[in-house]
């Protein structure tokens, strides 16, 4: 059973950043894709990013193109989740997710098998 354990989650005032790393338990982590997801107060869970097992392919939801970046490092099992250009709409808690599958392009919440636990990301006006 993979563990995920987000952390780096905060305040920030609108326009700032944050950094979300993701560190995984298990010796599978660097064979399959990992993605980001959130949930804002009153919404379901959506799609934020994913990463193919090696790093080579990325995958965003159009809301955070060009501002958000996903990166892993397999020596270290962590996948990370850089946020630039925040807006009070990223509010929410963010979760780390391991693929089932090796690419970045499956993205919908079957294609994930473990989750972290979450971290709250606040974004001020």
């Known amino acids: 059973q993979v563990q995920l354990v987000e952390s780096g989650g905060g305040l920030v005032q609108a326009g700032g950043s944050l950094r979300l790393p993701c560190a995984a338990s298990g010796r599978t982590f660097s064979s399959y894709a990992m993605g980001w997801f959130r949930q804002a107060p009153g919404k379901e869970r959506a799609f934020v990013a994913a990463i193919s097992w090696s790093g080579g392919d990325t995958n965003y939801a159009d809301s955070v193109k060009g501002r958000f970046t996903i990166s892993r490092d397999n020596a270290k099992n962590t996948v990370y989740l850089q946020m630039n250009s925040l807006k009070p709409e990223d509010t929410a808690v963010y979760y780390c997710?391991?693929?089932?599958?090796?690419?970045?392009?499956?993205?919908?919440?079957?294609?994930?098998?473990?989750w972290g636990q979450g971290a709250q990301v606040t974004v001020s006006s």
């Open positions: 997710a391991k693929g089932q599958y090796s690419t970045s392009w499956h993205i919908q919440e079957p294609d994930f098998g473990s």
